[in-house]
């Protein structure tokens, strides 16, 4: 079966960086983009943005840009998101999700924690 | 940026009942609206795209409604398992997300 499977919870201090990381599997990686998204505490999903799996050229949703890099590795079915940086407020959930036409994000990461505090 | 406004923000009903969740976008999605369901600690799980299309697996008791800006979420008769945050999602161009609708045992 289709599925996305995130790596483990993170801690960090302010300035630090993280890479999550989502591996797919169950179906051509190659053939959905992959898009992430960050889901504070008590709030809605906040979409970031996404991967082409072609060109492997990321695109970044307003507020997203700088600070935070999407990347592939086609050979290991795998996207990773790294953030540098990070700030208090990078402290949420983030999501991977899979973007097929017409249902739009129709498979979910499990989700990964970042905390970031000193 | 398209803002999507769910009410109410909670809904407080008992099993069997009728939920009715709404969502209003700043200006037209067209048909490009969807529904997630989420529980705690768990992903969002696609419900309804194409603003009234059930995705994969997903019970008939939830359909969905609207066009243009004004769109509904209903779930016939509420079981045990619906008691959840509710989002709706416009996928235009960009994606953004409503600030959430929590169905909660009453």
């Known amino acids: 079966q289709v599925q996305l499977v995130q790596s483990g919870s993170e801690l960090k201090k302010p300035g630090a960086s993280v890479t999550v990381s989502c591996k797919a599997s169950?179906?051509?990686?190659?053939?959905?983009?992959i898009n992430w998204l960050r889901q504070a505490p008590g709030q809605g999903p906040e979409w970031m943005g996404w991967?082409?799996?072609?060109?492997?050229?990321?695109a970044y949703a307003p507020g997203f840009t700088g600070r935070f890099v999407f990347s592939l590795d086609t050979s290991v079915s795998t996207a990773y998101l790294q953030i540098n940086s990070l700030k208090a407020e990078d402290t949420a959930v983030y999501y991977c999700?899979?973007?097929?036409?017409?249902?739009?994000?129709?498979?979910w990461g499990q989700g990964t924690l970042v905390t970031v505090s000193s | 940026e398209i803002v999507l406004t769910q009410s109410p923000g909670t809904l407080s009903l008992s099993p069997g009942e009728r939920a009715t969740l709404s969502c209003r976008a700043s200006?037209?999605?067209?048909?490009?609206l969807a529904w997630y369901q989420q529980k705690p600690g768990q992903a969002p799980r696609l419900l309804i795209f194409?603003?009234?299309s059930r995705a994969t697996g997903i019970p008939d008791r939830f359909s969905g409604s609207g066009s243009g800006t004004d769109f509904t979420l209903t779930i016939s008769r509420l079981e045990p398992e619906d008691f959840a945050v509710y989002y709706c999602?416009?996928?235009?161009?960009?994606?953004?997300f409503g600030q959430g609708t929590k169905v909660e045992i009453k």
């Open positions: 999700a899979r973007h097929v036409v017409p249902t739009d994000f129709d498979q």
């Open positions: 200006q037209s999605v067209s048909t490009s």
């Open positions: 991967i082409n799996m072609y060109t492997e050229h990321p």
């Open positions: 999602q416009q996928y235009t161009g960009s994606r953004t």
């Open positions: 169950g179906y051509t990686f190659t053939q959905y983009a």
């Open positions: 194409g603003v009234s």
